[in-house]
């Protein structure tokens, strides 16, 4: 038998064996935690990984275990399945979000060099069984951490189980022997006993019928065991004791699949499992991949808290802040005109608002910082107003929302000459914009402090603004260093003259005339309830029109009509498979199902136009430069690239768009066939090129407004 090394015993006290189960605490944590908000900027999702990781450091935490494992599953395959061939087989297929996580968390442990175990034929519960019956062998207290409730069998006086609750991983109920007996009524051991008689639907393994959790208890408890149960099945009366006997079989098989293997071959026990301090360069070179800042210091603070780091070489060197100066009046004038070089060095401008309206502004220059209360009306601030307005270069984040915030004020912004946001956006187009602070700690290395929005009094300070107006400017120069040539000039001639172009047009707006909406919507919806009673009459009763379920039950066993594709709830409603299964096999309750969609579809966007009118009888769009990796703009809250054109009722739409009053006309413009005409200027292609010259190609146009959608690089 093993022993543990004297080292691993502190004193007179037991070391701890913590055994965590990987998959099952991965996927829980995966469910927990919301898919796009735990998205790297390589479209990698990390929600399961950063549930998991971030219940392992309040574990270490609090139970200071003195050896550490974490198990893994291989596949879904084991013993288990040569013996019961649909064995876990109604599991679902794993969602393509989590795909690719286990690896990458598994890269992260072996950076806290915690061991990851894994075995052919066998399921990570096996793994914990059998390293726990060791540890307990060789004096440890253990710990299980498992969200599979078939690990209860382990739990005795030296092995403690910790389940996550309903909410996820961050809450973990401690079941000892004496908890286990309280919440069943048996004894741990017995627990895979219950089990096998109530079924386990996660591993289609399905129990007697009609037997619930009480009326397995209450058998456990007065035989015992499943196996002197069935020797005594005749006593059983009534309908269960009918059933019981009818379905021993799966009885017999369940408890013969749900007994945990206790003895297999591993390549480290226990005392191999001893902590080790972290290699802290490989700790951060995962966790800055996987963009975790907040878990990176966390991280960093537990292996400072061991005692045992000894000095960490690979920290990234304190950067001085410069100082913050609050300033208005002469001293504003003398130090932009300072900074800023007479107006030719560019600053970094921060615009803080308040319910829309500005409060204050962060200006940096690369020494130094000032912080501007702003307090409307006051006749000391004509050095900062004439600096916003003029063209004296300047660099923000997010410049859009901060220049109509000053239009809003009343003042001027002019000489933007680059975006962080932007620049971001160029170097790297397929990935969603990030905050200030997550572009510095990925292209700075810098992790800004960011209060936590969930504490009422948050325990971090947050930046200056001008501090935040320095990083803006640090930012800048090195977004500047890895764009290329065209990128910068993409930046500088189209981008960042764009941006207040933008914000103008979004404070203009676009008048619509709101009582041709209004009758208009009201119109499709009487249209929408009477082809939906034309519907039903086909059908002969009502049904949801909008429930995939009871379309599914009207069209395939109702109407017998062929299956479409197969999807998750069944066989596919959508727009595509209707419009092919009435073309293929028509009928009257198709026509009026695809007829109803296209009004009800129309009116959504008729009410969505009609909620977007702002008192000024105009609707204020946001344009996004960063919304489309190819370059195109888009248009969002509402979307007014999308109003339909290719119908009648599509273009009463579009003639609710009117030219507001000042205004001559509305103007419709669009590039025909750009692709194309790139493409032929590109390769050279002499009869391409002659057929644009002579007006040979067909032309093509999206509609009105389409364009805000022209490709602009």
């Not at 601030?381 to 997010?398: M, Q, T």
């Amino acid at each position: 038998m093993e022993r543990v090394p004297d080292s691993a015993v502190k004193g007179s006290e037991k070391p701890t064996l913590l055994l965590v189960d990987g998959h099952s605490l991965a996927f829980r944590a995966f469910y927990a935690l919301p898919i796009d908000s735990f998205v790297t900027r390589d479209g990698q999702h990390t929600n399961a990984i950063h549930g998991f990781l971030s219940m392992l450091i309040l574990l270490l935490q609090k139970e200071k275990p003195t050896h550490l494992a974490v198990a893994f599953d291989i596949s879904r395959y084991s013993f288990r399945n040569r013996d019961y061939e649909d064995y876990k087989a109604t599991r679902g297929e794993t969602p393509p979000e989590f795909k690719g996580q286990v690896p990458l968390l598994e890269e992260a442990l072996h950076a806290m060099n915690i061991t990851t175990i894994t075995k052919e034929d066998f399921e990570a519960d096996d793994i914990l069984a059998t390293l726990s019956l060791r540890g307990k062998e060789q004096g440890f207290d253990v710990l299980v951490v498992s969200g599979d409730r078939d690990t209860i069998q382990l739990v005795d006086d030296d092995v403690t189980l910790l389940y996550p609750n309903a909410r996820g991983v961050s809450e973990l109920k401690r079941y000892d022997h004496d908890a286990v007996v309280e919440r069943y009524g048996i004894e741990p051991q017995q627990y895979p006993e219950i089990a096998a008689l109530v079924g386990e639907t996660s591993d289609n393994l399905p129990g007697v019928d009609k037997v619930g959790e009480k009326t397995a208890v209450k058998w456990i408890q007065q035989y015992g065991t499943v196996e002197e149960l069935l020797a005594h099945a005749e006593e059983i009366g009534g309908v269960v004791g009918n059933n019981l006997r009818e379905q021993q079989d799966r009885v017999v098989r369940n408890r013969r699949l749900n007994r945990l293997v206790r003895d297999v071959e591993l390549p480290v026990g226990p005392a191999d499992l001893a902590r080790r301090p972290f290699d802290v360069p490989a700790v951060r070179a995962v966790y800055d991949r996987l963009q975790f800042r907040t878990l990176l210091e966390r991280v960093l603070k537990l292996e400072e808290a061991a005692g045992d780091a000894g000095p960490d070489e690979s920290r990234a060197p304190v950067v001085k802040l410069p100082p913050v100066r609050t300033l208005i009046d002469e001293e504003l004038a003398l130090w932009l005109e300072r900074q800023s070089a007479g107006g030719t060095r560019e600053l970094g401008l921060r615009i803080v608002t308040i319910d829309g309206r500005v409060d204050g502004f962060g200006i940096a220059g690369p020494d130094d910082t000032a912080w501007v209360p702003w307090a409307a009306g006051r006749q000391d601030y004509d050095a900062l107003e004439a600096w916003l307005a003029g063209p004296a270069p300047k660099v923000l984040h997010d410049g859009k929302r901060q220049f109509k915030a000053l239009a809003g004020t009343g003042l001027t912004l002019d000489g933007i000459v680059f975006d962080t946001s932007l620049g971001a956006w160029l170097l790297r187009p397929s990935t969603k914009t990030d905050t200030l602070a997550g572009l510095s700690y990925y292209y700075l290395g810098e992790a800004l402090p960011e209060p936590d929005p969930s504490q009422l009094v948050p325990e971090t300070e947050p930046l200056s603004p001008a501090t935040e107006a320095w990083y803006i400017l640090r930012l800048a120069d090195e977004l500047r260093l890895r764009l290329d040539d065209g990128s910068r000039g993409v930046m500088t001639g189209i981008e960042a003259p764009l941006l207040p172009v933008l914000g103008r047009m979004e404070l203009q707006g676009v008048t619509v005339d709101r009582d041709r909406l209004a009758g208009l919507n009201s119109r499709l919806g009487t249209q929408a309830d009477e082809i939906a009673r034309a519907a039903f009459a086909e059908i002969g009763r009502e049904v949801n029109l909008g429930s995939p379920k009871q379309l599914q039950e009207v069209l395939f066993d109702q109407l017998g009509m062929p299956k479409t594709r197969q999807n998750k709830t069944g066989y596919s409603t959508d727009a595509a498979a209707l419009a092919d299964l009435q073309e293929a096999h028509p009928h009257p309750f198709l026509e009026m199902l695809l007829r109803h969609r296209d009004a009800t579809k129309i009116k959504q966007i008729v009410e969505t136009l009609e909620a977007a009118i702002g008192d000024d009888g105009r609707i204020h769009t946001t344009y996004e430069q960063t919304g489309a990796a190819t370059g195109r703009l888009s248009s969002n809250d509402p979307n007014l690239q999308n109003i339909p054109i290719k119908t009648e009722v599509g273009r009463e739409v579009r003639a609710a768009f009117r030219c507001g009053e000042g205004f001559e006309t509305l103007l419709t413009a669009d590039y025909s066939q750009i692709e194309m005409r790139i493409m032929a200027h590109l390769s050279g292609d002499a009869g391409l090129i002659e057929a644009f010259r002579s007006g040979r190609t067909c032309t093509a146009s999206s509609g009105p407004g389409s364009s805000t959608s022209t490709p602009r690089r």
